[in-house]
């Protein structure tokens, strides 16, 4: 499978088993710090969509890997994943569902909000 080939998006079920999987990939939340706060997964690195453009230098070294991005729902990040497969972020994939479908369907000891 190439890059490029890679799904848009992932369920949070897919986003499970690569973590469990032990696969290197970067868990982005473009959440806003309030929001992280309140509700967070581990190991993600938090840049507020927001400030994405600003910060891609933060994400260079990931440039060549698989990066997934989430949000609360899911609207956010599949924005900020188009963003950077724009830029050369070929392996960007959106959880589709957001924290909350992690919540409701993975772990429900992270914090609906």
Same mark, same amino acid.
Do not use: K
């Given at each position: 499978?190439?890059?490029? &080939?890679?799904?848009?998006?992932?369920?949070? @079920?897919?986003?499970?088993?690569?973590?469990?999987?032990?696969?290197?990939?970067?868990?982005? &939340?473009?959440?806003?710090?309030?929001?992280?706060?309140?509700?967070?997964?581990?190991?993600?690195?938090?840049?507020?969509?927001?400030?994405?453009? @600003?910060?891609?230098?933060?994400?260079?070294?990931?440039?060549?890997?698989?990066?997934?991005?989430?949000?609360?729902?899911?609207?956010?990040?599949?924005?900020?994943?188009?963003?950077?497969?724009?830029?050369?972020?070929?392996?960007?994939?959106?959880?589709?569902?957001?924290?909350?479908?992690?919540?409701?369907?993975?772990?429900?000891?992270?914090?609906?909000?």
């Amino acid at each position: 499978m190439s890059p490029t &080939d890679l799904p848009l998006e992932l369920s949070v @079920e897919d986003v499970q088993a690569l973590r469990a999987s032990g696969a290197p990939f970067l868990l982005l &939340d473009c959440r806003e710090p309030d929001e992280h706060s309140t509700a967070s997964l581990p190991g993600a690195l938090l840049i507020p969509m927001r400030e994405i453009s @600003e910060r891609l230098a933060t994400l260079e070294p990931h440039r060549d890997g698989r990066i997934v991005v989430h949000c609360h729902h899911g609207g956010r990040s599949l924005r900020v994943t188009q963003f950077l497969r724009q830029r050369g972020f070929a392996r960007t994939q959106n959880m589709a569902g957001g924290i909350d479908a992690w919540s409701l369907r993975i772990d429900p000891s992270v914090p609906r909000y």
